[in-house]
């Protein structure tokens, strides 16, 4: 039982460039959701899915973009890559039957040059 | 769109020494978490309370939710440099879609 992994580990891009994040869960949980985490700036929602074929916005979607086809990966994508978007990336799941308790991936490091 | 403030942000104490840290709302929530986390790691889940005015224990650390459901703290017995880390509350409910974190209480344990 691996959990949450996400991949790659570290990641750097020129601005414009596009690359996808990928998550994936071998848990069967339904609710998966991406966070960023900045230095001042706690973790901050992107998007996240309520299960395979929706998903929906965060407090923080602009220059990101996901989808949900199964129940276990949930890919972030950056189409073209700004220096803002030089972040920490963590894909989480939610404990089913929980009050919104997340289990996290070990996260990405992003940096755009 | 709520907003959870943590305090102190940065504690440096030596071993053996108590400690408290605080999250801190003007908003009411449905449920409150603690996690803990580690540098090159995600966040790791420590706790959830629920009902105001609980309080749970996990071994040294006694988490607290106040009575109004608008606050908590975390309090630490006897701290060890195992327990060094980043600190976050995180909180769902007065009408956010998914799980407002606080900056975090960045916690150093010195021998």
């Known amino acids: 039982n691996a959990g949450v992994t996400q991949t790659p580990k570290f990641q750097v891009l020129k601005t414009g460039q596009s690359m996808t994040l990928q998550c994936a869960q071998d848990m069967n949980h339904e609710y998966m959701s991406w966070y960023r985490q900045d230095p001042g700036m706690g973790l901050r929602l992107i998007h996240y899915?309520?299960?395979?074929?929706?998903?929906d916005q965060g407090e923080v979607p602009n220059g990101y973009n996901v989808s949900r086809s199964t129940t276990e990966d949930f890919p972030l994508r950056l189409l073209s890559a700004a220096p803002s978007q030089t972040s920490v990336y963590f894909c989480?799941?939610?404990?089913?039957?929980?009050?919104?308790?997340?289990?996290f991936g070990p996260g990405t490091r992003l940096t755009v040059t | 769109t709520q907003l959870l403030e943590q305090s102190p942000q940065f504690l440096s104490i030596q071993e053996g020494e108590n400690l408290t840290v605080y999250c801190n709302s003007s908003s009411v929530f449905s449920s409150l978490q603690w996690y803990r986390q580690e540098p090159g790691e995600g966040p790791v889940l420590l706790v959830t309370?629920?009902?105001?005015?609980e309080v749970k224990k996990l071994k040294r650390l006694t988490f607290q939710f106040g009575d109004a459901r608008k606050d908590s703290s975390l309090h630490i017995t006897a701290a060890q440099p195992g327990d060094t880390g980043l600190y976050l509350c995180?909180?769902?409910?007065?009408?956010?879609?998914?799980?407002?974190f606080g900056k975090g209480t960045h916690l150093i344990i010195q021998p």
């Open positions: 309370v629920v009902t105001g005015g």
């Open positions: 989480a799941t939610e404990l089913p039957g929980a009050s919104y308790e997340q289990y």
């Open positions: 899915s309520v299960g395979a074929g929706i998903t």
């Open positions: 995180a909180a769902q409910g007065g009408g956010a879609d998914g799980l407002t």
